[in-house]
């Protein structure tokens, strides 16, 4: 099974546009305890570079774009998000990075949990180890 999970959100659009909505345990796999949106990126800047030991999340890229790297340890997988119709699910236990922000990116993401660093693995060697131990 590939590590990038496309989550294609229904859009309902009428003469006035369109309208697209997120709901937990429905089209979100899980329930939405936190909401944060990642926008005014500067160039270059390469984000995420961690894994999550349990958190779950998905990513939207409500305006703009950016590409995504997801990382199990054994495969790496790209994914590019441009459309606000579109989710990226990331299992917990992923390598993470967003790269190629456009200038105008808001991307919103949907946790599963509330912030917490102890759940996040920020070294690359340590990640791996956690895949070599059977997780
Ligand atoms: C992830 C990717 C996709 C908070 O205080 N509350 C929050 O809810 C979040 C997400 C972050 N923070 C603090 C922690 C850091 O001091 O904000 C700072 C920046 O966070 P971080 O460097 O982890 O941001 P990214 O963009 O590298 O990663 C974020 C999420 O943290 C992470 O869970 O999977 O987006």
């Known amino acids: 099974m590939g590590l990038v999970k496309i989550i294609n959100f229904n859009s309902i659009g009428d003469e006035r546009g369109q309208l697209v909505s997120f709901e937990e345990n429905k089209n979100i796999p899980f329930d939405v305890k936190r909401v944060y949106c990642i926008y005014a990126t500067k ?11 349990v958190l779950k999340q998905v990513a939207i890229a409500l305006t703009g774009s950016c590409k995504f790297v997801l990382d199990d340890g054994y495969n790496r997988e790209e994914q590019i998000l441009n459309s606000p119709t579109q989710g990226l699910l990331i299992d917990s236990c992923l390598w993470r990075e967003m790269h190629n922000f456009s200038d105008d990116c808001v991307l919103m ?19 791996l180890k956690t895949k070599t131990n059977g997780n």
């Open 43 to 53: 160039k270059n800047v390469v984000r995420g570079l961690h894994a999550h030991k």
């Open 109 to 127: 993401v949907l946790a599963s949990d509330y912030y917490d660093e102890n759940d996040y693995v920020r070294d690359y060697q340590e990640f």
